[in-house]
């Protein structure tokens, strides 16, 4: 089964045999070796110095990396600004009000690019804002959020970026050191092709151990993860095999000429989806200069319902994701993360010809 989901996603055959790797206690030093390879390849990927960045190491999906994220360098009797254009910027909010974070957001309509002026506005009106939250890529719609231009104006405002990059971290631009983040969340199981169950926060070491932050959670306070992490032990348990999958994947992900390698990668098979619906007239939901290279939304073609499309096409050997809220009739989505191949992308839009346009399918 191809998935074009995204995440968790399909497997090369040397991350699945890492899953079986040697069973390990995690208070030993070979677990503790494990997970300092990963904390250093994660740095790696951004090219980013362990003296001034730390990869913090979680248990959980992309959005306990996320909430960590939030609750832990948020100061206190601050104000944390969200911009919200899609489900997960709007989950970030949600977030800040579980844990009591004195919250204000910018909302736009679902897919639209950030307005910088309204985050400005947002930015001058409210004095006690230190840190601004953003989604890097977001999934509902695929848009991909211009980080470098919101940076700058966070920056004169003295406010830092926190970023959910957790489907964009290793596949897209990333300039961490330049665009005023203070912290960025990822996971294994999307753009580093590893395993689900792992998640992390790349954070500056100076805004984690800031003397403005105290705990807000304790199984996700990552000031706390950082030190035992530090020291090669772990606060709690970790997934061990799991990391074994992440610590193939990212050696997977080096070899073949990290991000910007795979950036090129899903672009290809990106483009290569886009311009094949297209012809058998399949909308994108946004322009490609638009969406990020891992995912694309499209509109549901009239001839089919969604769940018509999404069974004809998984009978087929392939899975597509429903869109989200109010797009949940009208759009689909594709990914092109994971162990996918041009082989791959060439069989589904076969598939695609056969179910739109029956007429010029082969077997015909």
């Given at each position: 089964m191809i998935l074009l989901n995204p995440g968790p996603v399909n497997l090369s055959d040397g991350v699945r045999r890492a899953l079986a790797g040697p069973d390990l206690c995690h208070r030993e030093p070979e677990f503790s070796?494990?997970?300092?390879?990963?904390?250093?390849?994660?740095?790696?990927?951004?090219?980013?110095?362990?003296?001034?960045?730390?990869?913090?190491?979680?248990?959980?999906?992309?959005?306990?990396?996320?909430?960590?994220?939030?609750?832990?360098?948020?100061?206190?009797?601050?104000?944390?600004?969200?911009?919200?254009?899609?489900?997960?910027?709007?989950?970030?909010?949600?977030?800040?009000?579980?844990?009591?974070?004195?919250c204000r957001s910018v909302p736009h309509a679902w897919?639209?690019?950030?307005?910088?002026?309204?985050?400005?506005?947002?930015?001058e009106g409210e004095r006690d804002i230190t840190h601004v939250a953003v989604v890097h890529h977001e999934t509902t719609t695929g848009r991909l959020n211009e980080l470098a231009r919101l940076g700058e104006i966070c920056g004169r405002h003295g406010a830092q970026l926190l970023v959910d990059a957790v489907s964009?971290?290793?596949?897209?631009?990333?300039?961490?050191?330049?665009?005023?983040?203070?912290?960025?969340?990822?996971?294994?199981?999307?753009?580093?092709?590893?395993?689900?169950?792992?998640?992390?926060?790349?954070?500056?070491?100076?805004?984690?151990?800031?003397?403005?932050?105290?705990?807000?959670?304790?199984?996700?306070?990552?000031?706390?993860?950082?030190?035992?992490?530090?020291?090669?032990?772990?606060?709690?348990?970790?997934?061990?095999?799991?990391?074994?999958?992440?610590a193939q994947a990212l050696e997977e992900f080096r070899d073949a000429g990290g991000w910007p390698a795979r950036h090129r990668l899903y672009s290809d098979l990106a483009r290569t989806v886009r311009e094949g619906v297209l012809r058998l007239g399949v909308e994108p939901l946004l322009s490609a200069q638009e969406t990020s290279v891992v995912l694309s939304a499209y509109r549901v073609p009239a001839v089919l319902d969604y769940d018509a499309l999404h069974d004809a096409l998984k009978a087929r050997g392939f899975i597509i994701?429903?869109?989200?809220?109010?797009?949940?009739?009208?759009?689909?989505?594709?990914?092109?993360?994971?162990?996918?191949?041009?082989?791959?992308?060439?069989?589904?839009?076969?598939?695609?010809?056969?179910?739109?346009?029956?007429?010029?399918?082969?077997?015909?």
């Amino acid at each position: 089964m191809i998935l074009l989901n995204p995440g968790p996603v399909n497997l090369s055959d040397g991350v699945r045999r890492a899953l079986a790797g040697p069973d390990l206690c995690h208070r030993e030093p070979e677990f503790s070796d494990l997970q300092d390879t990963i904390r250093r390849g994660l740095l790696n990927v951004y090219g980013l110095a362990q003296e001034h960045w730390a990869a913090v190491l979680l248990a959980g999906s992309g959005t306990a990396a996320v909430e960590a994220m939030l609750a832990s360098l948020t100061p206190q009797k601050s104000t944390l600004l969200v911009i919200e254009n899609g489900v997960y910027g709007e989950r970030m909010t949600r977030m800040a009000g579980v844990h009591g974070i004195p919250c204000r957001s910018v909302p736009h309509a679902w897919g639209a690019a950030i307005d910088l002026k309204a985050v400005t506005q947002a930015l001058e009106g409210e004095r006690d804002i230190t840190h601004v939250a953003v989604v890097h890529h977001e999934t509902t719609t695929g848009r991909l959020n211009e980080l470098a231009r919101l940076g700058e104006i966070c920056g004169r405002h003295g406010a830092q970026l926190l970023v959910d990059a957790v489907s964009s971290f290793g596949a897209e631009a990333l300039d961490v050191e330049n665009w005023g983040i203070a912290a960025c969340a990822g996971t294994a199981n999307k753009c580093l092709h590893g395993a689900p169950g792992v998640s992390f926060v790349i954070a500056r070491r100076q805004a984690l151990f800031s003397s403005s932050l105290a705990p807000r959670t304790l199984y996700l306070d990552l000031a706390n993860a950082c030190r035992e992490q530090d020291k090669r032990g772990t606060a709690f348990t970790q997934p061990v095999h799991v990391m074994h999958a992440l610590a193939q994947a990212l050696e997977e992900f080096r070899d073949a000429g990290g991000w910007p390698a795979r950036h090129r990668l899903y672009s290809d098979l990106a483009r290569t989806v886009r311009e094949g619906v297209l012809r058998l007239g399949v909308e994108p939901l946004l322009s490609a200069q638009e969406t990020s290279v891992v995912l694309s939304a499209y509109r549901v073609p009239a001839v089919l319902d969604y769940d018509a499309l999404h069974d004809a096409l998984k009978a087929r050997g392939f899975i597509i994701y429903a869109g989200q809220g109010q797009f949940r009739d009208n759009l689909f989505r594709v990914s092109t993360m994971g162990a996918v191949t041009s082989e791959d992308i060439e069989r589904l839009l076969l598939a695609f010809r056969e179910l739109l346009r029956p007429g010029d399918s082969p077997a015909h």
